[in-house]
């Protein structure tokens, strides 16, 4: 079994910068990421962009490129196409690769696994030529692939910046559906002046925004009643504003309702939740440099709390230079400057999350609105299952079996909270979340029976 001082799960902007400042500290580490090149959701195929595409993208893609290269020279070691599948409380890690399967253990563990798509439960989701925003985006970034028959539906930053990379590449969206409910400028409003602290996030904002106007992309907001209508595969979305149905064709549709913190690592290890009010999720609870309520256990990136790639990058040399003083080879100094250029980027996040909070009607499907895709559950069948006694998310699962289909409770886990809350008229946290126990992923038993001590892994070169 190999040991290492610091093991990262994740090679986005936040496993990429704790790796590089781990690595200059001094300390042995491992980066484990399912993708096969660093980059993360954020900064995907960055390594292999042309020069067009980093253009298409934008300069905020294109600055993960020298954090890529930075990561390369570093001397972790990388392991790319590995899955991560059970993290214990002595901080031993399983993981499953083109190696087969293999072990190792850590003084240290960071996780940078960012930050999943909210679901968006409604009457069509399910169909052929759905999917969320940020699939769409994926295509575009790692294979140059848009549609020109797309219609996006939803709400939150994301869905503005799709939009305008669709721009760019020459096939703007049809429309932008925008689900926010009424009042969302005005309740957002007393966040404004400290999002001035953070202000090229607003300059972004509105340049996205006149952007699609001049390409004539029609922007349709406090849009109600949502459907995606098809027989074989999604034909159309309609939509209700004022009393009045609209309806567009669409071939394709990108739904977005923000995104949450990916937790399934963090509970399996047991780390303390709380619930952001803000947010419509679990966080894990962390002290200032990220640590969780288990020693020796970071979270950092959008995992710890939905900040974008710039407090992700930040987030991860904080959790880092966190272990480094811990162990004599850097100063609190260092770590509290960056503590602060941190807290100045985020400050946007309160107004962001008052104007693109999500409408109750997104958070409370219909009855007859699938939620568990895995297991074809709906939200009625849950709302069932409270009325006989179910008090929560893993009573509803022995009910129904929601959440124990291949995503293991990631889709349908916070709608199945948010439902049952409502349901019981209580809070969410009074509620909690589904039980999250390994494998983490879905694994052959040939990767499990294979488990054998890790080979030491290849170095970055």
Known sequence: MSAYDVAIIGAG???????????????????????????????????????????????????????????????AVYMPGTIVWNVDASLRINYSG?????????????????????????????LPGVMTAGALQILLKAHGLVSDDTVLVGCGPLLFLVAQQMTEAGSPPRAVVETAAPGAL??????????????????????????????????????????????????????????????????????????????QITRLLGCEQDWSASQRCFVPRLDPFGETSIQNVYV?????????????????RLAALRIAARAGKATTGEARSVMARLARDRAI?????????????????????????????????????????????????????????????????????????AARRTRQDAVGYYRIRPPLKPLSVAEIAGLAPAAEGQPLD
């Open 13 to 75: 902007p936040a496993g990429m910068a704790a790796a590089v400042e781990a690595s200059r500290a001094g300390f042995s580490v491992v980066v484990f990421d399912e993708q096969d090149a660093p980059g993360g959701q954020i900064y995907r195929a960055i390594e292999r962009a042309d020069a067009g595409r980093l253009a298409l993208m934008g300069e905020d893609y294109a600055t993960g490129r020298a954090l890529a290269e930075a990561f390369r020279t570093s001397s």
């Open 98 to 126: 083109a190696t087969g399967s293999g072990e190792v253990t850590a003084g240290s563990v960071i996780i940078a696994t960012g930050a999943m798509e909210r679901a968006t439960p409604l009457p069509g989701w399910t």
């Open 186 to 263: 005005r309740r957002a409003l007393p966040h404004f002046f400290g999002a001035l602290r953070a202000p090229a996030y607003l300059r972004k904002g509105l340049a996205m925004i006149r952007q699609l106007a001049r390409a004539g992309v029609p922007v349709y907001r406090h849009a109600q009643a949502v459907a995606i209508e098809g027989r074989e595969a999604a034909e159309a979305v309609s939509f209700t504003i004022k009393g009045q149905r609209h309806r567009i064709s669409a071939g394709t549709v990108g739904l977005h309702q923000g995104v949450i913190p990916n937790q």
């Open 300 to 316: 950092t990136g959008d995992g710890a709390g939905i900040g974008g790639a710039v407090s992700a990058a930040l987030g991860g």
């Open 349 to 421: 996040r309160p107004f962001l999350e008052a104007l693109y909070a999500p409408s109750d009607e997104v958070l409370m499907p219909a009855d007859d609105t699938l939620v568990c895709r895995c297991e074809e559950v709906t939200a009625g069948q849950i709302r069932e299952a409270v009325a006989l006694g179910a008090p929560g998310p893993n009573q509803a699962k022995a009910f129904l079996r929601c959440g124990m289909g291949p995503c293991q409770g990631r889709i349908c886990g916070p709608v199945v909270t948010e439902v049952i809350a």
